[in-house]
C-alpha cells in the first residue's frame, strides 16, 4: 500500500491543506485540497495572493 507524501516532493505530508490554483489568469482558478509537507505549506502560505508557483501552476492558500 503506498503511503503518503506531499504534493510537490516526496516528504511525508504534515497536513491537507485547500488551495486555489491557476496557470495564467488568477480569476480562472481551480479549487482542490492537497496534502503538503511543512516546508511548502510555509511556502504556500507565505506567497500571499501572488501565488506560489510550482512548474507552471502557482498555488494560493484558500479558496477565496
Known amino acids: 500500500m503506498p ?3 506531499c504534493a510537490f516532493c ?3 505530508p504534515l497536513r491537507e ?4 490554483s491557476w496557470t495564467t489568469d488568477p480569476e480562472d ?3 482542490l485540497t492537497i496534502l503538503l509537507c511543512g516546508k511548502h505549506m510555509v511556502r504556500v ?3 500571499g495572493p ?3 508557483a510550482h ?3 502557482k498555488f494560493k492558500a484558500g479558496f477565496w
Open 29 to 31: 482558478r481551480s479549487r
Open 45 to 47: 502560505q507565505k506567497a
Open 10 to 12: 516526496t516528504a511525508t
Open 50 to 52: 501572488k501565488g506560489y
Open 55 to 57: 512548474g507552471e501552476e
Open 17 to 20: 491543506l485547500a488551495v486555489s
Open 3 to 5: 503511503t503518503a507524501r
